[in-house]
């Protein structure tokens, strides 16, 4: 892994961690602010929003100005953002600070995917980004666990001061990392011109799916393992860290998937998702079993992943900016959506319907995988 390999998998785990910290601390922000955790959760719900409006219009731009300059630009918003919310007065202020930071969310992760397989050494485009992507597994321990643990000790705001300092350090790292690729777009991109881009439909279609299905089923997991377990968050906790351990783990297989053809890479990926999802709806009920089906469960996902932003990221070198903000879009849809569509089958049935959803959304993206792309004309 090279320096700016090493810099883009630490970015992904400091963004990526500024997304998920608020989730664990609501009860310590309700507390100090005022009001319950229900309201402070439209912080994150902000957040994403802002996200995905800022994924598909903004990050178009590192087609035009380069990838590393618009990366330069989201990590300035970003740092804004934290100061912002270490510094919130009331629920209000920090739900702005939270919306702020969606906007530099939106243009810094399809700015990375754009870099990293540019940055990587040639030939090994998949690998790299799989390293990229394992920087997820970081935000996962220290977003999750590591929050948590510090609201606990040091209160919420010490939270975002940590998070605060990282993403300066991150932007001086930048500084001092040449981050410069070939600009190949003669034109201003947007979503417009992405959507018209030949198999762009399909690899969209595939992103849902499985962010759908993984939303479907994360989602839950706290719930389930405080309703059907009766376990307190420490466990939900590792089932996290476990789901962790597995993509991370995964980034060392990235290597042999990248000798196979694409459409078998994504085929193994999802057929894999789905039998780990069936074995959870019959399983979960264990905690143990539960625990080794996360460990598959990440890895699976990894796989999956590296292969739907890889994907996307082939279709159009000239465009990658904008075809990876839909990416970013479809995925923090998929997180609103999933969380919307699997609450009412997990309160009437528990954990295990949400599993079987999440299979069978799993296995429409192995069929997507596997039906023949329609031939295109010659010239």
């Not at 995964?250 to 078998?264: E, N, Q, V």
């Not at 990416?327 to 923090?332: G, K, L, R, W």
């Amino acid at each position: 892994m090279n320096r700016a390999v090493a810099l883009l998998t630490g970015a992904i785990a400091v963004v990526g961690a500024n997304s998920m910290v608020l989730a664990p601390i609501t009860a310590a922000v309700a507390r100090d602010l005022g009001g319950d955790p229900a309201e402070i959760v439209q912080a994150a719900a902000a957040y994403g929003l802002t996200t995905a409006v800022s994924a598909m219009f903004l990050a178009p731009r590192s087609d035009t100005i380069g990838a590393d300059r618009a990366l330069n630009q989201a990590v300035i918003i970003l740092i804004l953002s934290l100061v912002a919310s270490v510094l919130a007065p009331s629920k209000w202020a920090l739900i702005g600070a939270q919306a702020i930071g969606g906007l530099g969310a939106g243009m810094a992760i399809p700015a990375i995917y754009v870099l990293a397989p540019q940055l990587g050494p040639r030939g090994e485009e998949k690998r790299t980004m799989g390293l990229v992507l394992s920087g997820w597994t970081l935000a996962l321990v220290a977003g999750v666990a590591g929050s948590g643990f510090l609201a606990e000790w040091a209160g919420w705001r010490a939270v975002y001061v940590v998070l605060g300092l990282l993403m300066a350090g991150l932007w001086i790292a930048m500084r001092r990392t040449d981050l410069r690729v070939p600009r190949i777009a003669t034109s201003a991109t947007s979503p417009l011109t992405a959507l018209r881009v030949p198999g762009i439909t399909r690899a969209l279609f595939s992103a849902l799916m499985l962010m759908l299905s993984f939303y479907g089923t994360y989602a839950f997991v706290g719930a389930h393992v405080a309703d059907a377990l009766g376990r307190g968050t420490d466990v939900a906790g590792i089932i996290t860290l476990c789901y962790g351990t597995g993509f991370g783990i995964s980034a060392l297989l990235d290597r042999y998937f990248d000798r196979l053809r694409p459409g078998l890479a994504g085929a193994l990926s999802f057929a894999a998702l789905t039998v780990i999802y069936a074995l959870l709806a019959l399983l979960g009920t264990n905690l143990w079993l539960l625990a080794g089906l996360a460990v598959l469960w990440g890895m699976a996902q990894h796989l999956a992943l590296n292969f739907v932003v890889s994907r996307l990221s082939s279709l159009d070198p000239s465009q990658r900016g904008a075809i990876l903000g839909l990416n970013s879009s479809v995925t923090y849809l998929a997180v609103f959506g999933g969380a919307l569509a699997f609450r009412h089958p997990y309160e009437v049935s528990g954990f295990a319907i949400c599993n079987t959803v999440s299979a069978i959304v799993a296995a429409i993206a192995l069929v997507e995988c596997v039906y023949p792309q329609r031939l295109a004309p010659r010239s």
